[in-house]
């Protein structure tokens, strides 16, 4: 599979391989459960505000077909690159076997910096990205959300495009949706209170206690932001923060309130100024009892990972740790990982509940939508610790069995078309 040759590929490959040997899968069923569906690349003129035209490519990877639509976020990012995409997609996938929904996995990407875009500029390229995506996607089909770099208001033009090309309103064409146009309550809250419910389980495992925490989280965005202010109201004490720009770092801990008005302003954490700088390095290694990275792939390296001082090292963000890493922290045995395919896994299974909302024009309050969230994460958050005991394997290992196992299973019964 040369054309998804990318770090982060081969990474979500390697996780792969260990499992299917840990499940002693048959290699007649491995490449096919592990190979990505179908991949389309785009490329998306538009014209910019100047008067100048610019090209960008766009890339949509859909993993597998055998539970149902496929389902997955779509980032904006400059480094987005197809095996990029693909890896997220795999991840997509095991993630919604895990939880039990009935999605294969997908992921999208343009690579562009949302940052440096007006917002006509990144309507017209959300629109352009949609209408030369029609053929491939569609409620029963294909169905995208937000991820780094997109937002409600990415999702609402996908979805009004989208539209105006079948002739009515398709609002289950896209999850993450603005309230007005079919969204979700708590879909925007939805990834960041998940991690918050998971990691305040976790505590309970091992005897914490929350409120005597103290929490660094990389990236503050949607996950990382809702995650920090739901572990603050547990109780916990966020003590540094970082995001693409630069962070902050207080002993005492960050006001989030007082941290919020400074981003709204200035679109950064850097230069808050009831804290010290601190850089993304120095956050992944400060002492704290949690650590939840909530910004980018491949963060914990074999380079950093030996001088984590976390307890608890919660995955907000798509594969944060390699798999070089997850060998240096499972021979440590200090480390707790709350796995990224259970730890973020809030964002869609609150996704499937929009989905499931728009395709009935039937519409449940936040309680109901959390109490929901809480009920399936929780499911699998005991399923996955049983079975890291009682088989002795590292939480991730057994996550990534539960997930796989299921799509294998799913393709074995379907049977192979002729
Ligand atoms: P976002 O765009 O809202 O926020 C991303 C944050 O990360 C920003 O604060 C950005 O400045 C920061 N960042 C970017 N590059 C960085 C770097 N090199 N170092 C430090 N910080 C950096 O994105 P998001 O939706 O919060 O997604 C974050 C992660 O969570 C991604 O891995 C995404 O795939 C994953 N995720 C998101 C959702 C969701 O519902 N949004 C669901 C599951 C997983």
């Known amino acids: 599979m040369q054309i998804y040759d990318h770090p982060t590929f081969h990474m979500a490959c390697q996780q792969f391989d260990l499992v ?7 290699e007649s069923d491995r490449d096919r459960v592990k190979y990505p569906k179908r991949a ?13 035209t610019k090209v960008y490519t766009g890339y949509r990877v859909q993993h597998h077909l055998s539970l149902g639509p496929t389902k997955g976020g779509l980032r904006y990012h400059p480094d987005v690159m197809l095996g990029e995409v693909a890896a997220l997609s795999m991840w997509m996938s095991w993630k919604c076997a895990l939880m039990g929904l009935p999605y294969g996995g997908a992921k999208g990407g343009v690579a562009c910096d ?11 390229l959300t629109r352009r990205y949609t209408q030369e995506m029609i053929p491939f996607i569609g409620p029963q089909v294909d169905i995208m959300a937000p991820d780094m770099g997109t937002n409600e208001r990415v999702m609402a033009w996908m979805m009004d ?7 009515s309103s398709v609002p ?3 999850t993450g949706k603005p309230l007005v146009i079919g ?8 990834t960041g209170r998940g991690v918050a419910y998971l990691i305040n389980r976790v505590t309970d495992t091992l005897g914490m206690d929350i409120s005597k925490c103290t929490v660094a989280v990389q990236g503050y965005g949607n996950v990382g932001s809702i995650t920090a202010l739901s572990l603050a109201r547990y109780g916990a004490k966020i003590t540094a923060i970082t995001d693409a720009f630069g962070g902050v770092h207080n002993p005492r801990g960050v006001d989030l309130r007082r941290l919020d008005e400074h981003v709204a302003k200035h679109w950064t954490v850097k230069g808050f100024p009831e804290a010290d700088p601190i850089s993304n390095e120095q956050l992944l290694v400060l002492p704290c009892d949690i650590l939840v990275p909530a910004a980018m792939e491949r963060q914990i390296t074999e380079t950093n990972a030996a001088k984590i001082k976390c307890r608890i090292l919660a995955e907000g963000a798509n594969g944060p740790t390699t798999p070089e890493a997850d060998r240096i922290l499972d021979q440590r045995g200090d480390v707790f990982v709350i796995p990224d395919i259970l730890c973020n896994a809030g964002g869609v299974i609150v996704s499937y509940f929009e989905w499931v909302q728009d395709l009935q ?21 005991t399923q996955v610790l049983a079975l890291s005991r009682k088989q002795n394997i590292s939480m991730r290992t057994a996550a990534l069995c539960v997930g796989i196992k299921r799509v294998q299973e799913a393709k074995q019964m379907r049977g192979l078309f002729p």
């Open 20 to 26: 299917a040997d840990h499940l002693q899968m048959p």
């Open 40 to 52: 389309m690349v785009v490329t998306l003129p538009i014209h910019c505000d100047d008067g100048s």
């Open 114 to 124: 949302p940052h440096k875009m007006s917002q006509t500029e990144l309507e017209r």
């Open 161 to 167: 495009t989208y539209s105006v090309h079948v002739g």
């Open 172 to 174: 289950g064409i896209v």
């Open 183 to 190: 969204g979700s309550q708590g879909r925007r809250e939805a």
């Open 361 to 381: 024009s039937f519409f449940w309050g936040e309680t109901e939508v959390t109490d929901k969230l809480f009920r399936i994460l929780e499911g699998a958050y």
